[in-house]
């Protein structure tokens, strides 16, 4: 069965039929907790979102960076005092076995989880009848953002989660009402998506991606302890923009300001892709168009996704049908 969501911001979502859930695959239907269970009270939940791309021509998928999502999960469950069980290899086969069952043949997304499955009243992380179970959703996913006309962007009246509140390099699931109240308000407030200063007033990121801008040739983004996640496809980027486009790529604070100077920005991120943006807070950013840097990444990226480029098949499991 195919389960269709529309959302506020014209999201159509293809849920697939099957989920990993309490140690099986089983019906995304059954594939439920109580109304009491902890993660659902309190946040109590970290998550990772993975891309499998289907490439047509080898009627094969490819999900990408897995280990690297999946050693953050546990970094995350670390944090979080989560005991998990489950090593990086085991969640791994795991996440294989639900799209090997479900078969999709169009890109998707895994949603791969740790939540405290108990029910009990009080936020402690920590209790003696503790249970953190893992879990996995799969959905049929193209674009989460639009990757091809350049956004329109704000900058966010909200501040990203700061370490020393909520962790920003860990990626728990409570934490995204931040995300969700700027995003909400850019939509609100007519555009396509926001981006978040930290404390200091340093850009931080996007609603739920990273964000490079270009400056006289070069790339920059902000640095690790910034309260920004440290995401995976921007390290992706920077080493790609360095070893195959020649470029250089710093980490460094950025204001605002500099954003509006700058010859292109973009996001990135697992579902965002290489999302290029064109204006910020209502000034044209460079041409006013998706940026030649920008599109040069986001081919090359495009390529390395679907297993056509021979250097970086490493990071890919391919799953043939
Ligand atoms: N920041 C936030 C807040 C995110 O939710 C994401 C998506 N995981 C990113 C950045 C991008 O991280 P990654 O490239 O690892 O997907």
């Known amino acids: 069965m195919v389960y269709t969501c529309i959302l506020m911001v014209k999201t159509a979502i293809k849920i697939l039929d099957h989920a990993y859930f309490r140690d099986k695959i089983v019906p995304f239907s059954e594939a439920n907790v109580s109304i009491m269970t902890h993660a659902f009270m309190y946040g109590s939940a970290v998550f990772e979102g993975i891309r499998a791309y289907y490439n047509k021509d080898d009627n094969a998928l490819y999900l990408l960076h897995a280990k690297e999502h999946l050693s953050r999960i546990l970094n995350t469950a670390k944090i979080m005092r989560f005991q998990t069980h489950l090593s990086v290899q085991e969640m791994t086969d795991i996440c294989i076995e639900v799209l090997k069952k479900n078969a999709p043949k169009e890109d998707a997304y895994l949603r791969p989880s740790w939540f405290k499955d108990v029910i009990r009243i009080g936020p402690s992380l920590v209790c003696e009848d503790d249970r953190d179970s893992f ?137 965002a892709q290489i999302a290029p943006i064109t204006a910020i807070d209502d000034y044209k950013i460079g041409t006013g168009k998706p940026g030649v840097i920008s599109k040069k990444i986001q081919d090359l990226y495009t390529e390395i996704c679907r297993g056509k480029v021979e250097k970086y098949k490493e990071y890919l499991i391919k799953i043939a049908y």
């Open 135 to 271: 879990i996995v959703s799969a959905i049929a996913l193209g674009d989460y953002i639009d990757t091809q006309k350049g956004l329109n962007v704000r900058t966010s009246s909200w501040r990203r989660v700061s370490d020393t509140a909520i962790p920003a390099r860990a990626k728990v699931n409570g934490s995204y009402v931040n995300t969700g109240l700027a995003k909400a308000e850019a939509i609100l407030s007519g555009y396509d998506d926001a981006i978040f200063l930290n404390e200091d007033g340093h850009v931080a990121e996007g609603s739920a991606m990273n964000l490079f801008m270009v400056r006289d040739g070069k790339l920059i983004t902000s640095m690790g302890n910034e309260n920004i996640l440290e995401g995976i496809t921007r390290s992706f980027v920077t080493r790609i923009a360095r070893e195959d486009l020649g470029l250089e790529v710093d980490y460094r604070s950025m204001d605002r300001t500099e954003l509006y100077v700058a010859d292109e920005v973009f996001f990135c991120g697992t579902g």
